[in-house]
């Protein structure tokens, strides 16, 4: 049952994390995230934690609240652990997001700030996310724009839409805005 479900409430989709595209370079973009509330599960295993990020937003949390899902789905790997984690919808805040039940979660603010970002087609793999990786390192090299983490693989669709599938990678980077300066 969870299985067909599932695809009808992906593709129901209506809200996309924010953000705002300060310049291009070359196939990226620099972009600017305001902060936003997040759920994230993290684990040895890659790829588990979407059952218990799906089971926050259907109602297992402080509130019994069904909240929206919403894209990207976000995925890092760090040595010895990967996380998932979900955007929350804007109107949640540090004040009045539920609480998960389930303690392997973790609801948090993320504070946003720069990134540098790549798109790509397709089903997401290994291999996408390590070619699109240096090539966005690459670019930040040649820019002189210093990195200040880890990359992120953002996946925007359900598994079920097999084609116009939209991956990003994103990597957090110092960058001063020249509009602010």
Do not use: C
Request: glycine fraction near 6%; charge should be positive; hydrophobic fraction near 35%.
């Amino acid at each position: 049952m969870f299985f067909l479900i599932l695809p009808l409430v992906i593709m129901a989709q209506t809200e996309m994390q924010s953000y705002s595209v300060i310049k291009k370079i070359g196939d990226a973009e620099i972009r600017f995230y305001p902060p936003v509330m997040m759920a994230k599960y993290t684990d040895i295993i890659q790829g588990s934690g979407f059952g218990k990020l799906f089971g926050y937003i259907s109602g297992n949390n402080s509130n019994n609240t069904k909240i929206a899902m919403t894209t990207p789905v976000h995925m890092e790997k760090k040595k010895g652990e990967n996380s998932m984690a979900f955007v929350l919808p804007k109107k949640f805040t540090d004040e009045n997001t539920p609480k998960p039940n389930d303690s392997s979660l973790m609801v948090f603010e993320d504070k946003g700030g720069y990134f540098a970002a790549i798109k790509y087609s397709g089903y997401t793999s290994s291999l996408k996310e390590k070619e699109h990786t240096e090539i966005l390192l690459k670019l930040l090299k040649d820019e002189k724009i210093n990195r200040e983490g880890t990359p992120k693989v953002l996946v925007y669709n359900s598994p079920y839409k097999f084609i116009n599938r939209r991956n990003e990678i994103l990597i957090p980077i110092a960058f001063k805005n020249e509009i602010n300066k």
